[in-house]
């Protein structure tokens, strides 16, 4: 009967026990999974920080446990912190290009209306009718400005 | 290091602390609680291990990366820094969205404006023969509409080899 050890037992060269708290997570078809969990944390660290969580939560810590491990092994200098710093930069960005485009659109608005008002003026400009209709006369009471 | 003060890891492990221990120079000993929980999490032969491979220039920020994700494996002992990234991602997202959506606003402004000529609404306002002042002037607005590279940039920081010369302790 072929062995069926787990990635952890196999690696550490021992025993797979019935209850060995690795083989769940870390099966033999995929060796390079323990292997990084292993160079970075310690399979005797990741045993107990396995035993230390409720069986429901283990999978998922020991993916987590795999993610970092890779990306500490990718970037030995910044591990995971790399991609953060990288998120939040990314953050940074799309927030100013935001603030950006609603200020262009604030200033949008306001010219629109300026302009709707200088469109109105100069039609009411008494010297400007006056030009228009051939009177000489310009107009100092304000109150001219309407008809 | 320095005098007869053995540095945090070595009061920790209990052992002489030699003139050139690796962790001296980053895990002084009035700071035990930041070895302390490296150790925890990573263990101190791995870190020695890790140290060792590096150039002495990057050893600070390697120790201050390890500290923060010791921390945050220890704050979240299922997720640790992944659950940061998980919530930056998320974070990235919703902001693409608004951008998107911004973005749209700002071109149907554009077109309504290139589009739709001008009028008043009250007759007498205006003159028939001037022409010259009904329209407005088409803006000359910069172009915002440039999309960045940022949609992608989610899943190549994945795959880019990230380098920084920042101190990584927030």
């Given at each position: ?147 | ?8 890891s ?17 895990f ?6 930041k070895f302390a929980i490296v150790h925890k999490v990573f263990g101190a032969?791995?870190v ?15 120790v201050?990366?390890l500290v923060?994700?010791a ?100």
């Amino acid at each position: 009967m072929a062995s069926t050890r787990c990635a952890a037992c196999k690696y550490l060269r021992r025993r797979c026990p019935s209850d060995c708290i690795f083989s769940l997570y870390f099966p033999s078809n995929n060796p390079q999974r323990f292997a990084y969990v292993h160079k970075i944390f310690g399979a005797s660290n990741v045993g107990k920080m396995l035993q230390d969580l409720p069986v429901h939560r283990r999978a998922d810590a020991a993916d987590s446990l795999y993610y970092e491990a890779h990306c500490r092994i990718k970037d030995p200098v910044y591990g995971c912190v790399g991609i953060i710093n990288i998120l939040h930069q990314e953050i940074h960005n799309v927030q100013c290009q935001i603030a950006k485009i609603q200020a262009e659109i604030a200033f949008i608005g306001t010219h629109a209306q300026s302009d709707q008002q200088l469109q109105i003026a100069p039609n009411l400009d008494p010297n400007f009718l006056a030009e228009q209709k051939g009177l000489s006369n310009s107009f100092d009471d304000s109150s001219t400005w309407f008809f | 290091m320095g005098g007869n003060s053995p540095c945090a890891s070595c009061k920790l492990l209990r052992r002489r602390c030699a003139k050139d221990c690796i962790f001296a120079p980053y895990f002084p000993s009035d700071d035990p609680h930041k070895f302390a929980i490296v150790h925890k999490v990573f263990g101190a032969s791995n870190v020695s291990k890790m140290l060792q491979e590096l150039p002495l220039h990057q050893r600070a920020d390697t120790v201050s990366s390890l500290v923060y994700e010791a921390n945050a494996r220890v704050r979240d002992p299922v997720y640790g820094c992944v659950g940061a990234i998980s919530y930056l991602q998320n974070q990235v997202s919703q902001l693409q969205m608004q951008l998107a959506v911004a973005q749209a606003e700002i071109l149907c402004i554009q077109m309504q404006q290139e589009q739709a000529p001008i009028t008043t609404t009250s007759p007498v306002l205006l003159e028939e023969d001037d022409k010259s002042s009904l329209f407005l002037h088409q803006n000359d607005l910069p172009q915002f509409l440039t999309f960045s590279s940022s949609n992608n940039v989610i899943y190549d920081s994945f795959k880019k080899e990230s380098l920084f010369g920042q101190d990584m302790i927030s």
